[in-house]
C-alpha cells in the first residue's frame, strides 16, 4: 500500500533534494524560501541524506553568492544543490553558465516567478528560467506537487548522468504554495535511481591536491570556440538519458512521464502546447472538448531544454493542422515568445511535408500568476478555427488598447460535479489559512479523497484578507486555479461583507456560514442589501456562529479557526459528521500536541463549543434590511483613484483593461488615505484633560493615524460638534494662544496601542487612565470620523526646530508618510514618517526591496504623500541588491541638473536681475527650511522671469516677420531658438526645479545594507557624495519570513539559524566609521526619539555620504508590539543598542576632534534579563537551554566588548582629510570648478 | 559523637538542613555547591499552574507570529518544532537535578485549582522528584467566599494530589488561617506527610516614581523565624505531621531554636542567597558543636524537647508571650 502525504510543492521538492545533496547553499526568496527553509531545519534536526551525512546547508550574502559557494562545492567533488526564482535565479546565471561549461552536474531548483519590469512581482510565471535559458542548462518543467516531487529525483538522477547541469522548475505559488495529497518517495527509490557509482564518478571529477588539473583557464582566439563546441554530445545525449531515467522511474513507481506528453483525440487538428501548472487546466479544457466531439488535443512539454525537436514532432498526432502555444512570460521586440519559437523551429526542421505543416499561434498567458483556467486554454483553442486570429494574442485580461486579447467563453465550465468546493474568507493571523491546512491535511491522508488548497493572501500586513481555496473529491483533484464557484463559503469576519463581494464565489444553493456577532434571528437585518439579494437569488443556505465569543470564552482569545473549521465539516457532509469531529479532535492532538495540555483542552473544548453554537438563519421571503455595502472611495477622491485603485481594493483588478493602467509603471502617491480599511476593533480616544502635549504618541504612531496640531483658534471655527482641542502650552510664541489637537484617523489607526504605551500623563485621581486611552472603536466612529475629516484640512504651524524642542516641533510638521499596510506597531514606519516630516517636500527615496518597499509601494495604494501645495517625496525601488547605487545615480542626476541650472543662472544673467541671480546660486546650498522656501520663492521668479523672456522673444520675431524684412524670418528666429538665449530659457526651465535642494534617502533593511546590497553601500559610503542611507534595521530578513542576517545577533533565533545564531553581529556603524569622512549613527526612536530627530537632521545636513542604522522592532523578534517604543528604551538600557553618532565635521579642522559621540549611557539593566523578553532569544531556552545560556554568555560578551570598544572611540582624536569638503564643494558648481576628485 | 541524621517525610536525610525553593536550587553550579557544603535535602523552585498555562498559551501564541499576514510569511517562529514547554523544561531541570545530586530532590508545585495538579504532581513523580512540596496559596477576594471555603479548597487540593502520586507530599501553607491546628490536622488526613511553615508570599509594592504596582519579594528577616517558630511549638504533639520550618531563619541559632520547638527540618533560602551556599557548612558546624557542647548524641533527642507540650512555661507560647515580648522589648535586637 502506497503511503500519501499532505504538502506543498515547496515541500515535496526539498523533502528530495535534501536527500540527494551533501551541500546545500541558500538565499531567501518568495516563492523558494520554504525549500531552503526546510533543508535547514531538516539538517538542524540530524536528518540524514542517502549517504548517512546531515546535508551541510549554508546561507549566503545573496543569490550570486549562493551560486559561487555551489560551484566551488561541485568543483571540490560534493553533490550541491540550491533553490532559488526570480532575481535570484538572475544574480545566479554568471556562475550557472560556468557550472555548465565545465559540464557539472547539479540540480537547482526554482519556484518560477516573474522579474520585476515596471513593477515588481512575488507571483509566478517562467520569464526566471526563460532569461536563463541561454546558460545550458538542461530544463525540467513540473506540471503539479506530485510531479514536483518526482522530477527532483528525475533531474538529479539526469544530471548525474549527463553531466549537463538541470533547472528544475515549478509554478511559483501556484505549485510551490498548492497543498495537495502526493505518494512520497523513499529512500530505496532514491537510491535505486541514483547508484553510488554516479556519486563516484561525480567525486572523481572533483578538483584534489593528488590528482591535481587545472579548470577554469583564459583562452585565446585560437582554442575556446573549438573547445566550446567539444560539449555537444553531452547536449545531445540528454533527451536519450532523460528519456531512460523516465523509464526507471516508471518501472519502480508506476508513474510514467516523458519529456514531451500528448493528451486528447488520436486524430486532433488542433493542438495546445504549454509547459507548468498551466498543462493541468489545458487538459480539463482538452478533455472537456474531446467529450463534445472537437479534435483538440494537448501536448505539455517537460524536457524543455535541449529541446528534441524531433521528438517533438514525433509527439504530435499526424493530423495536426494547426497549433496554439502558450508562453507564461513575455520578450517584447522577440519574433515571438520562447516555446513558440522552439516550436517554430522544431516545425520548419522536422515536419515531413511543408504542404501540410501545420499554422501556429502564440499566446501569453499566466503573468505575475495571473489566472489561467480551462476556459483561457479553450479559447486558445477556439483561436485556432478563426482564420484571422491574431498571430500574436493574449489570454486572460482584456487588452483594450493593442486588442491582441482573446474573448473567453464564460459559460465554459470543467468543474467536475462530484468535487466539493469550499472557499473561506479570513484575517491574516486569525488562522483561517492554519485550520484549513489541516483539513487538507486531514481529509488528504486519513481518507480516500483527495484534497487541494490554495491561499491567496494580500499584501497588507495589518488586517490582511485571506481566500483559502479548497478542493475535496474522488482523485485527481488537480485544477490549478481558483474556485469560481464554491458549494461551501465561510466568512471569517463578517465586516468584510460591507467592503468585498464576497458571495460573488458562491454556487447556486451553496451553504454560507457567517461569524457575527447578532443572533441568528437577527442576522439578516445585518446584511447588506447587496447581500441580502445575493443570498435569495441563488438560494444560499445562510448558518451562523458567533466564533469570536466562542473562541474567547474557550480561551483562544481572536482564534476563531478551531471553531469555524469545525463548523465546516458539521456543515459540508465532506465527511459524516462523527468522523468528522473525531478526526479535527486527532488532528488537534497532532498539530498541538508538542504545544501542551492547555492549548490542546482548550481547542477540543472549542470543537464542542462550536457544535453546540452553530445556527441555522432564517432567510425571511421578503424585505431588504437597513445596511448597504460601503462606496469604497468618497466621490472627493482623484480620478485615477476613482477609475483604478478603488477597483483594486474591491478585489476586482482582474476585470480592468489594459488601458486603465499607467504604461511605464508610474503611479500617482498620496492614495493610502483613500484606502479607509478600519481595521482597529479600538481605537485611541484622546483626554485633553489629562494630555501634557508631549507629542509622543503622534511621534510613535507607526501608521501615521494619530496626529497632533496647533492652530489658530479661529481656525477651529466651523469645527464639527465635539471636536476636542485644549489651550497650547508650548513654548514657542509664535504659537501662542493656539489651540492644540490630538486626533485619530479612526478608519486608518490600527489599534496596535502603542500610542498609549507611549503616553506618559496619567490622570491623577485615576492613574489607569491616560491621556490616550484605547476604547471600542464603534462607539466613537461617527464623531471621529468626522473630527478627522475637519483635522485632515487644518494647516501645520512648522514651527522653528530653534524654538521648540526637537519632539514637538516636528510633529507639528505633515508626515507624508501615512496609513501603510505595516505590521501593527511596525518598528521601521515611525522612522520614515519623520523623514517624512522633516524633509518630505523635497526628498527622493531608493528603496532597497523589502519590507519597507512592500508597504511602500504595494498596490493598490502608497503610503507615501503630499502635502497641500502637491509636493511629497518621490519615491522608486530598483532592486534588492543595488539601493545604494540607485540613490548615488539619483544624487549624480540631481547635482548634474542642477549644475547645469547654475551654469544657465551665470549665462542668463544679463537677462535676470542680479540680486535674483546671486541669490539663486548661493541658494543653492541652502538645506534649512527657511533657505529652502526662499530659494522656491526665488525659483518661481527665474520661471515667471523665464515667461517674460519666452514673451519677448517671440514678440521680437513676431516683430521682424512684421516688418517685410526680406530675411529668412523664421529660419534665424528657429536658429536662435535652437541655439541662443531661447534655447537657455527653455534649458534653464527643465532644470531649474533642482536649484532647490534634493535630499536623496536610501532606505533599506539589513538583509541588504548588511548582507546582499553590502558592497554597492560600501562603495555609496566611499564616494564622498550626498547620500544619506536609513538602515531599517530588524536584524532578520523580515519581509521573506524571518531570515538571518548578518544583522541577526549571536543567541537569536531565526530561520536558516534554527538553533540560534552563533555568531554576533555585524558592526555596519564601525565599518563606516573607517571612512572617517561619512556620517554615521545608530538610532532608536523610542529610546530616544530627540537624538533620532537629532540625527536625521544632523546627517541631512552633513554634504557627505551618512548612514544612520534605526534599530527597528519587528514582530520577528516575537515581542508584544504595542510595547514596540519602550522596548527600544529597555534594549538601550540594557545594553543591547548603544545610541551613537559619528559626525565628521567634529574632526574637519586642522586640529581635528572627537567625532564620535556615544549617545546613551552605560548599561544599567541585565541584557539576559532583556533579551529573555523576546521570542527570538526565549525561544532557544525551550528548545537547547545549554546552548542558549552559553550563546546567552557570549552576547552578553559582545555587548560589553561593544561599548568598551565605543567608549574608547569616543575619547580619539581624529582629523578627516578634506576630501569631502573638496567633493561637497564640487557638488557645488560655482565653487567646485576647479576642485574634482579626479 | 553526634549524630545530625533524620527523616523528613519518610526520607532519609543526612541532616535537618533543607535548601528551600530559589534561584539557588533552580541552577546546576549552585545545586553542587550546596550538595558539597552539605546539605539534607533540596527543594527545587516551584512550578507554578499559571506559569505553565501562560507558557503553554505564550508559546502557541509564538509559534503564530506572522502566520499568513502577507503571501511571503509562512510565519517567524512555526519552524522550532523542537519546542520544549512548561512542564517539560521543569521536568528536565529536575532530572538534571536528580542526577547531579545525591541527597533528595524534592519538587515543588504551586496553585490552587483541583483540576491541574493531579497531573503535574504526577509528571514530578515520575521524573524521580523524591516527594512534592504543594504550595496552596488563595487570594480570597470574593466577600462571598467564606474562611471554610478556602480550607475546603486547600484540603480538597491536597487529596487530589495525595492520591494521585506514591511519593510523600508536604503542603506549604502561609499563616492566615483562623485555626491553623485544625486545618494542618486536615490536611494531613487528606494524605500529606509534612507540612512547612510558612511559606512567604510576593507581595505588591508601588513605585512612587512611575506610580505602579510591582510584586516584590524580599528577603526574608530573622524576626519572621518567630511566627513559625511558635506555630510549629504549639503543633508538635497535637498533630501526626512532619514539620519543616521556613521563613527568616538565618544562623544556626534559629536552626537550634527550630528543632527544639519540634521542627522535623528547617529550611532555609534567604540567608543562603545573602551569604552563599557554603553557610550551610557554617551552619551544620555549628549545629554540630553546639550538640556536643549541650550533650545531644541525636536530632531526635533535640527535636521538639521545647515544644509547648514539653516545655516548662507552655503559656509562654500564647498571647502573654505576646505582650511580654513587647513590654520586655530589650533594645539590642539584631
Redesign the interface.
Known amino acids: 500500500m502506497t503511503s500519501r502525504i499532505v504538502v506543498d510543492g515547496n515541500e515535496a521538492t526539498a523533502s528530495v533534494a535534501h536527500r540527494v545533496n551533501e551541500v546545500i547553499a541558500i538565499y531567501p526568496i518568495?516563492?523558494a524560501?520554504?525549500m531552503g527553509?526546510f533543508a535547514d531545519?531538516w539538517s538542524a534536526?540530524g536528518r540524514r541524506n542517502l549517504w548517512g551525512q546531515v546535508p551541510e546547508v549554508v546561507q549566503l550574502q545573496s543569490e550570486a553568492g549562493a551560486a559561487g559557494t555551489v560551484h566551488g562545492s561541485l568543483q571540490a567533488g560534493a553533490v550541491t544543490t540550491t533553490f532559488t526564482s526570480s532575481q535570484g535565479l538572475l544574480l545566479m546565471i554568471p556562475n550557472m553558465f560556468k557550472i555548465a561549461g565545465e559540464l557539472t552536474p547539479t540540480v537547482f531548483h526554482i519556484a518560477a516567478r516573474s522579474i520585476a519590469t515596471h513593477a515588481l512581482s512575488?507571483?509566478g510565471d517562467h520569464s526566471d528560467v526563460m532569461a536563463a535559458r541561454s546558460c545550458g542548462w538542461a530544463m525540467l518543467f513540473a506540471t503539479t506537487v506530485q510531479e514536483a516531487h518526482d522530477l527532483a529525483l528525475i533531474a538529479q538522477a539526469a544530471t548525474l548522468r549527463a553531466r549537463v547541469p538541470f533547472l528544475h522548475v515549478q509554478d511559483g505559488?501556484r505549485t510551490s504554495?498548492e497543498v495537495t495529497r502526493i505518494e512520497p518517495l523513499d529512500d530505496a527509490d532514491l537510491r535505486a535511481l541514483i547508484p553510488d557509482s554516479l556519486l563516484a564518478e561525480h567525486r572523481a571529477r572533483a578538483l584534489d591536491p593528488d590528482r591535481p588539473v587545472l579548470r577554469g583557464t583564459a583562452q585565446n582566439p585560437d582554442v575556446f570556440f573549438q573547445s566550446r563546441e567539444a560539449a555537444n554530445t553531452y547536449y545531445d545525449a540528454v533527451p536519450g538519458i532523460v528519456a531512460d531515467v523516465f523509464e526507471e522511474f516508471a518501472a519502480r513507481t508506476g508513474r510514467r512521464y516523458t519529456a514531451f506528453d500528448y493528451h486528447g483525440a488520436p486524430d486532433a487538428e488542433r493542438v495546445l502546447v504549454i509547459m507548468g501548472s498551466g498543462a493541468v487546466a489545458a487538459r480539463e479544457a482538452v478533455d472537456a472538448l474531446v467529450a463534445r466531439g472537437e479534435p483538440v488535443g494537448l501536448l505539455t512539454v517537460r524536457l524543455y531544454r535541449p529541446f528534441d525537436a524531433a521528438g517533438f514532432v514525433a509527439t504530435l498526432p499526424a493530423s495536426a493542422r494547426s497549433l496554439v502555444v502558450l508562453d507564461r512570460t513575455k520578450e517584447p521586440g522577440a519574433a515571438g515568445e520562447p516555446l513558440y519559437q522552439d516550436v517554430l523551429t522544431a516545425l520548419a526542421e522536422e515536419w515531413s511535408d511543408a504542404a501540410t505543416r501545420p499554422r501556429v499561434l502564440n499566446g501569453r498567458y499566466g503573468l505575475g500568476s495571473k489566472e489561467f483556467t480551462p476556459r483561457m486554454a479553450k479559447a486558445a483553442l477556439d483561436a485556432l478555427t478563426r482564420p484571422d486570429a491574431p498571430r500574436s494574442f493574449t489570454v486572460g485580461i482584456v487588452d483594450d488598447v493593442t486588442h491582441r486579447s482573446l474573448p473567453v467563453d464564460s459559460d465554459f465550465d470543467t468543474e467536475r460535479p462530484d468535487v466539493t468546493r469550499a472557499v473561506f474568507y479570513?484575517l491574516?493571523?486569525?488562522?483561517?489559512?492554519?485550520a484549513n491546512k489541516n483539513s487538507v491535511k486531514i481529509i488528504g491522508e486519513h481518507t480516500d479523497l483527495d484534497a487541494q488548497g490554495y491561499?491567496?493572501?494580500?499584501?497588507?500586513?495589518?488586517g490582511?484578507a485571506?481566500v483559502s481555496h479548497l478542493r475535496f473529491g474522488p482523485a485527481p483533484v488537480a485544477s490549478p486555479y481558483l474556485i469560481e464557484a464554491a458549494d461551501f463559503v465561510g466568512v471569517h469576519r463578517f465586516e468584510q461583507l460591507f467592503t468585498t463581494d464576497l458571495l460573488a464565489r458562491a454556487a447556486h444553493g451553496a451553504t454560507v456560514l457567517l461569524n457575527a456577532p447578532y443572533p441568528p434571528g437577527a442576522l439578516f437585518d445585518e446584511l447588506p442589501v447587496e447581500v441580502q439579494r445575493q443570498v435569495r437569488e441563488r438560494e444560499l443556505t445562510l448558518w451562523t456562529i458567533d466564533g469570536d465569543r466562542v473562541a474567547t470564552e474557550v480561551?483562544l482569545g481572536g482564534?476563531i479557526n478551531t471553531v469555524m473549521q469545525t463548523c465546516f465539516f458539521a456543515l459540508s457532509g465532506v465527511l459524516p459528521k462523527d468522523e468528522a469531529i473525531s478526526a479535527i479532535k486527532a488532528a488537534i492532538d497532532r498539530t498541538?500536541g508538542?504545544?501542551?495540555?492547555?492549548?490542546l483542552a482548550r481547542n477540543h473544548a472549542a470543537v464542542d463549543a462550536a457544535l453546540a453554537n452553530l445556527y441555522a438563519v432564517p432567510v425571511p421571503a421578503e424585505g431588504e434590511g437597513r445596511r448597504r455595502r460601503y462606496d469604497l472611495v468618497p466621490t472627493a477622491a482623484p480620478d485615477f483613484v476613482q477609475r483604478v485603485t478603488a477597483r483594486l481594493m474591491a478585489g476586482e483588478g482582474d476585470s480592468l483593461p489594459v488601458s486603465a493602467f499607467p504604461i511605464d509603471g508610474t503611479y500617482p502617491t498620496n492614495t493610502a488615505k483613500w484606502e479607509r480599511r478600519s481595521i482597529a476593533t479600538e481605537i485611541p480616544i484622546w483626554q485633553p484633560d489629562v494630555c501634557t502635549q508631549c507629542n509622543l504618541c503622534a511621534l510613535a504612531c507607526p501608521h501615521a493615524a494619530i496626529r497632533v496640531n496647533a492652530v489658530p483658534a479661529a481656525a477651529l471655527a466651523g469645527a464639527p460638534d465635539g471636536f476636542k482641542s485644549t489651550t497650547w502650552t508650548g513654548k514657542d510664541e509664535s504659537l501662542a494662544g493656539f489651540r492644540y489637537v490630538v486626533q485619530v484617523a479612526p478608519d486608518d489607526c490600527t489599534g496596535c496601542g502603542v500610542c498609549v504605551d507611549v503616553c506618559p500623563a496619567?490622570d491623577k485621581t485615576e492613574?489607569k487612565r491616560k491621556a490616550i486611552n484605547l476604547e471600542p472603536k464603534q462607539q466613537y466612529l461617527e464623531d471621529e470620523r468626522a473630527w478627522w475629516d475637519f483635522f485632515e484640512d487644518l494647516p501645520y504651524p512648522r514651527p522653528s526646530f530653534d524654538a521648540l524642542d526637537p519632539i514637538k516641533a516636528s510633529q507639528l510638521r505633515e508626515p507624508l508618510f501615512e496609513f501603510s499596510g505595516a505590521?501593527a506597531g511596525c518598528g521601521e514606519t515611525p522612522y520614515l514618517k519623520m523623514l517624512s516630516q522633516l524633509y518630505g517636500d523635497h526628498l527622493l527615496v531608493a528603496n532597497a526591496t523589502g519590507c519597507s518597499s512592500?508597504y511602500g509601494a504595494n498596490l493598490p495604494t502608497t503610503p507615501w504623500a503630499q502635502d497641500a501645495s502637491g509636493r511629497g517625496p518621490a519615491w522608486s525601488n530598483s532592486l534588492f541588491e543595488d539601493a545604494a547605487e540607485f540613490g548615488y545615480g539619483m544624487r549624480l542626476a540631481v547635482d548634474a541638473r542642477a549644475g547645469q541650472a547654475a551654469d544657465l543662472v551665470d549665462k542668463l544673467r544679463p537677462h535676470l536681475d542680479d540680486a535674483l541671480a546671486d541669490g539663486l546660486l548661493r541658494g543653492m546650498g541652502a538645506r534649512d527650511e527657511e533657505g529652502i522656501a526662499a530659494q522656491r520663492e526665488r525659483v518661481t521668479a527665474l520661471l515667471d522671469r523665464l515667461d517674460e523672456l519666452d514673451a519677448e522673444l517671440f514678440s521680437h520675431a513676431t516683430a521682424a516677420d512684421a516688418s517685410g524684412s526680406t530675411e529668412p524670418i523664421d529660419a534665424a528666429a528657429t536658429a536662435h531658438r535652437e541655439g541662443g538665449l531661447a534655447a537657455d530659457v527653455s534649458r534653464l526651465r527643465s532644470v531649474a526645479e533642482t536649484l532647490v535642494h534634493r535630499q536623496v534617502w536610501v532606505v533599506g533593511g539589513d538583509g541588504w545594507a548588511y548582507d546582499i546590497g553590502f558592497g554597492g553601500l560600501d562603495h555609496v559610503l566611499a564616494s564622498g557624495r550626498d547620500v544619506n542611507v536609513l538602515v531599517l534595521d530588524t536584524e532578520v530578513y523580515s519581509?521573506?519570513?524571518?531570515q538571518a542576517s548578518k544583522a541577526t545577533p549571536r543567541a537569536a533565533?531565526a530561520?536558516f539559524a534554527?538553533s540560534g545564531k552563533s555568531v554576533g553581529k555585524k558592526d555596519l556603524g564601525l565599518i563606516a566609521m573607517a571612512y572617517g569622512d561619512v556620517y554615521v549613527a545608530q538610532i532608536a526612536i523610542g529610546a530616544s526619539p530627540k537624538q533620532t530627530i537629532d540625527v536625521l537632521r544632523a546627517a541631512a545636513a552633513w554634504p557627505g555620504p551618512s548612514l544612520v542604522i534605526a534599530y527597528s522592532p519587528c514582530?520577528?523578534h516575537?515581542i508584544d508590539m504595542r510595547t514596540m517604543m519602550t522596548h527600544q528604551r529597555n534594549a538601550v538600557r540594557a545594553g543591547y543598542i548603544t545610541l551613537y553618532h559619528y559626525d565628521p565635521q567634529a574632526a574637519l579642522s586642522e586640529e581635528g576632534g572627537q567625532p564620535l559621540v556615544l549617545d546613551s549611557r552605560p548599561p544599567r539593566d541585565s541584557l539576559a534579563e532583556w533579551a529573555a523578553t523576546e521570542?527570538?532569544f526565549?525561544?532557544l531556552a525551550?528548545?537547547?537551554?545549554e546552548r542558549a545560556e552559553a550563546l546567552m554568555a557570549l552576547a552578553e560578551a559582545d555587548a560589553k566588548a561593544r561599548r568598551a570598544h565605543y567608549e574608547q572611540l569616543a575619547v580619539v582624536h581624529r582629523q578627516v582629510p578634506d576630501r569631502v569638503k573638496g567633493d561637497a564643494l564640487r557638488a557645488l558648481p560655482m565653487a567646485g570648478k576647479e576642485d574634482g576628485d579626479g | 559523637m553526634v549524630r545530625l541524621s533524620t527523616r523528613y517525610l519518610g526520607l532519609k536525610l543526612r541532616n535537618p538542613l533543607v535548601a528551600a525553593s530559589s534561584p539557588l536550587t533552580g541552577r546546576t553550579d549552585t545545586l553542587e555547591r550546596l550538595a558539597d557544603a552539605g546539605i539534607g535535602a533540596v527543594v527545587l523552585p516551584s512550578l507554578f499552574e499559571e506559569q505553565i498555562e501562560r507558557e503553554e498559551l505564550a508559546t502557541h501564541d509564538l509559534s503564530l507570529v506572522g502566520h499568513e499576514i502577507s503571501p511571503e510569511i509562512t510565519g517567524y517562529f512555526d519552524p522550532f518544532t523542537g519546542l520544549e514547554i512548561g512542564a517539560t523544561l521543569y521536568m528536565r531541570q529536575l532530572a538534571h537535578a536528580k542526577a547531579l545530586l545525591d541527597v533528595p530532590v524534592i519538587a515543588s508545585l504551586n496553585g490552587f485549582r483541583p483540576g491541574g495538579w493531579t497531573h503535574h504532581a504526577v509528571l514530578m513523580q515520575d521524573d524521580g522528584a523524591d516527594a512534592i512540596e504543594l504550595n496552596a496559596y488563595f487570594l480570597a477576594t470574593d466577600p462571598e467566599t467564606s474562611a471554610a471555603d478556602v480550607e475546603d479548597r486547600t484540603v480538597d487540593m491536597v487529596a487530589a494530589v495525595c492520591s494521585a502520586v506514591r511519593v510523600p507530599v508536604a503542603v506549604k501553607i502561609g499563616p492566615w488561617f483562623s485555626s491553623l491546628p485544625h486545618l494542618v490536622r486536615r490536611i494531613g488526613a487528606a494524605g500529606a506527610r509534612g507540612i512547612v511553615l510558612f511559606n512567604r508570599f510576593y507581595q505588591p509594592d508601588i513605585d512612587l516614581e512611575t506610580l505602579t504596582v510591582e510584586p516584590q519579594l524580599s528577603l526574608s528577616h530573622p524576626s519572621e523565624a518567630r511566627l513559625a517558630l511558635r506555630w510549629i511549638a504549639i503543633l508538635r504533639g497535637r498533630v501526626a505531621i512532619d514539620m519543616a520550618a521556613a521563613g527568616g531563619v538565618d544562623d544556626v541559632d534559629d536552626v537550634i531554636k527550630m528543632l527544639l520547638v519540634g521542627a522535623d527540618v528547617v529550611t532555609m533560602a534567604s540567608s543562603l542567597l545573602r551569604r552563599g551556599p557554603e553557610h550551610v557548612a557554617m551552619v551544620l558546624t555549628g549545629l554540630e558543636a553546639w550538640m556536643r557542647e549541650h550533650d545531644y548524641q541525636s536530632i531526635g533527642e533535640l527535636r521538639g524537647a521545647l515544644s509547648q507540650r514539653s516545655s516548662p512555661d507552655p503559656a509562654a507560647f500564647e498571647r502573654a508571650n505576646y505582650v511580654k515580648v513587647l513590654t520586655g522589648y530589650p533594645g539590642s535586637y539584631r
Open positions: 518568495t516563492p524560501s520554504a527553509e531545519a534536526a512575488i507571483f505559488f504554495h479570513g491574516g493571523s486569525d488562522g483561517t489559512v492554519g491561499f491567496v493572501l494580500d499584501s497588507k500586513k495589518s490582511s485571506t480561551g482564534r498541538y508538542k504545544r501542551g495540555g492547555t492549548v496619567r492613574l505590521c512592500i519581509n521573506t519570513g524571518g533565533v530561520k534554527a514582530i520577528a516575537g521570542g527570538r526565549a525561544v525551550r528548545t537547547q537551554p
